[in-house]
C-alpha cells in the first residue's frame, strides 16, 4: 500500500491533535472491531493508534479504510 505523503498544514493539525490527546484535552473515538484509537484531522485525514495512543499514524481517509 503506497500511502500519500500528507501536505504540511494536515502534519501540523495532526500534531496540535496529539499534544491535545497528550493533555487529555480530546478524546479519542476507539475502532468497533479492533480498538484502534482513531481522531479525525480532516475530512480526508485521520489518525490512527493500534497501541492504545503511543504511536499515530496519519492517514489518508481512503488508506484508513484500508486498513480498517
Do not use: F
Request: aromatic share 8%; hydrophobic share 30%; no cysteine.
Amino acid at each position: 500500500m503506497k500511502q500519500e505523503r500528507p501536505p504540511k498544514h494536515i502534519r501540523e493539525k495532526a500534531d496540535i491533535l496529539i499534544s491535545k490527546y497528550r493533555d487529555h484535552s480530546v478524546t479519542p473515538r476507539k475502532t468497533y472491531r479492533r480498538g484502534y484509537l482513531t481522531l479525525n484531522v480532516t475530512p480526508g485525514w485521520r489518525l490512527l493508534s493500534k497501541d492504545k495512543g503511543q504511536t499515530w499514524l496519519l492517514l489518508s481517509h481512503a488508506d484508513y479504510d484500508k486498513i480498517l
